[in-house]
């Protein structure tokens, strides 16, 4: 039962570029969160540094990859592998996106938008279904930042989580930078979004920061949360009571120390009334990648070494 | 009549691995436009993304052949690769496995002669072998926690631990490779035969420089071969944890969990 799920704090992700520094000096953040792609094949050290982290703090996996909303079936050997992290390293729960992948066999590694319809929302029904029997535990699924609304789509994405969440039992991630970005490109109220949102069901919620480009904003995770999405906060941790709540910070990480400064942030906008919607800042425009994956491979070159003989 | 959630994805996918192909009326008909973004500037987004996001990875799997090649040629070969190669794998590490075997297939002089060929390309071919063979070894199945063979190990118990691989190239991409680590000078260079040892112990992946005939007989004892170890040098395989010590294949219940991979 998700209500039975803990309230963890704030969390960082866990990021192969903080792994000496998390393992050296044991930091007091609240809990972390896994990419569980980054650890379930690893036969190596990412594997053993997870193993480390579970035993000492709270933990989460979040899951990139299931490609749950894909017409493709199921990866079975993907979710073995999962299931047997999970059950290594105990996690509080698990999540993904409401998005596809890929289909006929190929994997984009992106988070790709589902077209709203009800057959979708049956499609993903099913699915969530078989991976909870499997996982033995319920799946959390979050709102993806988006950059195409469907013709086809007959519903808002508030409206086809409530309804897979009624329908399933399962938990919500709430993004809510994703919430704006989303909007934002769409010309939608982000407000009227959380106010439609089934936040009784929100386990989890997201910050991040992203990269304003004029006409539309890319969710980069590359820099600090921006103040308008803050506000934005303040109003998503009133209506979901406090759900635990984590920074991803996945391009350009800073310091360890910083992220911890940047997700402790929240502290400020936990009580409280809501300002309103601010006007969206613009950034310098530059190369900018939404979901940026490039922080899951490891620096491996740095780490090698050549013997003399 | 609307396309089915499968016509949609299939659609979709093929906009991105091959932006060219798609048609301006199919975005129009399936995208909706917002104030801020049309379906076309929305699914460019996409498109730019994944290439961008996937040749990021690249390089950071092989850094010394984007050293080498420059960063704009060595994203013109992922493109390349991409497009031929779409990703498979739930998992970014298994982007990169069939880049080597990609540079040699794609070669412009692949017909030629072998005496006709730029020799470049057969550096950098060998150049992605080896990185991948690094990059492998980085999170390969170990044998770290767990005791390794010394020197009382008797030869017959002697097995290769499983986070090693041999290499054999016509360049010495291996010194390469560590020069570009050390942000030393590193032209290209000639042809001279190259034969190394990867092994990971503590987490750490050691390339270890070996003559032709350690390579062969490393191979054999890949192979399942038993093999004295007298030389010094050979004795020093043992301090780098080449081998572990487990009981010959034939008294094992099962395969043997361990053994080494020529690459």
Same mark, same amino acid.
């Given at each position: 039962?998700?209500?039975?799920?803990?309230?963890?704090?704030?969390?960082?992700?866990?990021?192969?570029?903080?792994?000496?520094?998390?393992?050296?000096?044991?930091?007091?953040?609240?809990?972390?969160?896994?990419?569980?792609?980054?650890?379930?094949?690893?036969?190596?050290?990412?594997?053993?540094?997870?193993?480390?982290?579970?035993?000492?703090?709270?933990?989460?996996?979040?899951?990139?990859?299931?490609?749950?909303?894909?017409?493709?079936?199921?990866?079975?050997?993907?979710?073995?592998?999962?299931?047997?992290?999970?059950?290594?390293?105990?996690?509080?729960?698990?999540?993904?996106?409401?998005?596809?992948?890929?289909?006929?066999?190929?994997?984009?590694?992106?988070?790709?938008?589902?077209?709203?319809?009800?057959?979708?929302?049956?499609?993903?029904?099913?699915?969530?279904?078989?991976?909870?029997?499997?996982?033995?535990?319920?799946?959390?699924?979050?709102?993806?930042?988006?950059?195409?609304?469907?013709?086809?789509?007959?519903?808002?994405?508030?409206?086809?989580?409530?309804?897979?969440?009624?329908?399933?039992?399962?938990?919500?991630?709430?993004?809510?930078?994703?919430?704006?970005?989303?909007?934002?490109?769409?010309?939608?109220?982000?407000?009227?979004?959380?106010?439609?949102?089934?936040?009784?069901?929100?386990?989890?919620?997201?910050?991040?920061?992203?990269?304003?480009?004029?006409?539309?904003?890319?969710?980069?995770?590359?820099?600090?949360?921006?103040?308008?999405?803050?506000?934005?906060?303040?109003?998503?941790?009133?209506?979901?009571?406090?759900?635990?709540?984590?920074?991803?910070?996945?391009?350009?990480?800073?310091?360890?120390?910083?992220?911890?400064?940047?997700?402790?942030?929240?502290?400020?906008?936990?009580?409280?009334?809501?300002?309103?919607?601010?006007?969206?800042?613009?950034?310098?425009?530059?190369?900018?990648?939404?979901?940026?994956?490039?922080?899951?491979?490891?620096?491996?070159?740095?780490?090698?070494?050549?013997?003399?003989? | 009549?609307?396309?089915?959630?499968?016509?949609?994805?299939?659609?979709?996918?093929?906009?991105?691995?091959?932006?060219?192909?798609?048609?301006?009326?199919?975005?129009?008909?399936?995208?909706?436009?917002?104030?801020?973004?049309?379906?076309?500037?929305?699914? @460019?987004?996409?498109?730019?993304?994944?290439?961008?996001?996937?040749?990021?990875?690249?390089?950071?799997?092989?850094? @010394?052949?984007?050293?080498?090649?420059?960063?704009?040629?060595?994203?013109?070969?992922?493109?390349?690769?991409?497009?031929?190669?779409?990703?498979?794998?739930?998992?970014?590490?298994?982007?990169?496995?069939?880049?080597?075997?990609?540079?040699?297939?794609?070669?412009?002089?692949?017909?030629?002669?072998?005496? $006709?060929?730029?020799?470049?390309?057969?550096?950098?071919?060998?150049?992605?072998?080896?990185?991948?063979?690094?990059?492998?070894?980085?999170? @390969?199945?170990?044998?770290?926690?767990?005791?390794?063979?010394?020197?009382?190990?008797?030869?017959?118990?002697?097995?290769?631990?499983?986070?090693?691989?041999?290499?054999?190239?016509?360049?010495?991409?291996?010194?390469?490779?560590?020069?570009?680590?050390?942000?030393?000078?590193?032209?290209?260079?000639?042809?001279?035969?190259?034969?190394?040892?990867?092994?990971?112990?503590?987490?750490?992946?050691?390339?270890?420089?070996?003559?032709?005939?350690?390579?062969?007989?490393?191979? @054999?004892?890949?192979?399942? $071969?038993?093999?004295?170890?007298?030389?010094?040098?050979?004795?020093?395989?043992?301090?780098?944890?080449?081998?572990?010590?487990?009981?010959?294949?034939?008294?094992?219940?099962?395969?043997?969990?361990?053994?080494?991979?020529?690459?």
């Amino acid at each position: 039962m998700i209500a039975d799920l803990p309230r963890l704090g704030l969390g960082l992700g866990l990021r192969n570029v903080h792994f000496e520094q998390i393992l050296s000096q044991w930091p007091a953040v609240d809990w972390f969160e896994a990419i569980s792609e980054n650890f379930m094949d690893s036969g190596g050290r990412p594997r053993a540094v997870i193993r480390q982290v579970a035993e000492r703090y709270p933990l989460v996996l979040h899951g990139v990859s299931l490609s749950i909303g894909s017409t493709d079936p199921l990866n079975r050997d993907y979710l073995l592998k999962l299931k047997q992290l999970a059950d290594e390293v105990k996690p509080a729960w698990v999540s993904d996106h409401l998005c596809w992948t890929g289909v006929m066999g190929l994997n984009s590694h992106d988070l790709l938008p589902m077209p709203l319809t009800e057959e979708s929302l049956a499609h993903v029904a099913g699915r969530v279904r078989q991976v909870q029997d499997m996982l033995e535990r319920p799946l959390i699924l979050e709102n993806p930042s988006s950059y195409v609304r469907f013709t086809q789509s007959t519903m808002e994405e508030p409206q086809f989580l409530r309804s897979l969440a009624e329908e399933t039992g399962c938990g919500l991630l709430l993004d809510v930078n994703n919430v704006f970005v989303s909007c934002f490109n769409a010309g939608t109220d982000p407000v009227a979004y959380l106010e439609a949102f089934p936040c009784e069901r929100v386990v989890q919620m997201h910050l991040a920061g992203h990269q304003h480009m004029g006409t539309h904003i890319i969710d980069t995770h590359d820099r600090p949360v921006r103040p308008e999405v803050w506000e934005l906060f303040r109003l998503a941790w009133a209506k979901t009571g406090g759900a635990s709540t984590l920074l991803e910070w996945d391009g350009d990480i800073p310091s360890f120390d910083d992220c911890h400064a940047e997700v402790r942030k929240a502290e400020r906008y936990m009580g409280g009334s809501f300002e309103g919607p601010r006007p969206a800042a613009e950034s310098p425009a530059g190369d900018s990648v939404s979901n940026p994956v490039g922080f899951l491979v490891p620096k491996v070159m740095e780490s090698a070494v050549l013997e003399e003989t | 009549m609307s396309p089915t959630l499968e016509a949609t994805q299939r659609w979709m996918q093929e906009a991105l691995v091959f932006p060219l192909r798609v048609a301006p009326e199919d975005v129009q008909e399936r995208l909706a436009s917002s104030a801020q973004l049309t379906g076309a500037d929305g699914l @460019a987004i996409y498109q730019r993304g994944y290439f961008l996001r996937i040749t990021a990875c690249m390089r950071e799997q092989f850094p @010394a052949l984007c050293h080498a090649l420059g960063e704009p040629l060595f994203n013109d070969f992922v493109a390349g690769y991409i497009q031929d190669h779409p990703p498979e794998s739930h998992t970014l590490y298994d982007l990169g496995r069939r880049f080597p075997a990609f540079l040699e297939e794609s070669r412009p002089d692949r017909d030629d002669p072998p005496e $006709a060929r730029e020799t470049w390309i057969d550096f950098m071919i060998d150049l992605a072998s080896f990185e991948r063979a690094v990059f492998s070894l980085f999170d @390969a199945p170990g044998w770290e926690g767990r005791p390794f063979a010394d020197a009382a190990t008797p030869p017959d118990r002697l097995r290769l631990q499983p986070a090693f691989a041999l290499g054999a190239y016509r360049y010495p991409v291996a010194a390469y490779y560590h020069a570009v680590r050390q942000k030393q000078p590193a032209p290209l260079p000639p042809a001279q035969p190259c034969f190394v040892a990867l092994v990971r112990t503590d987490y750490v992946t050691r390339t270890i420089p070996i003559t032709e005939a350690e390579h062969r007989l490393l191979t @054999a004892i890949a192979g399942g $071969a038993t093999a004295t170890l007298r030389d010094p040098i050979q004795q020093r395989w043992l301090d780098w944890g080449f081998f572990i010590d487990e009981p010959p294949p034939a008294l094992l219940e099962g395969p043997s969990r361990t053994g080494g991979r020529v690459v």
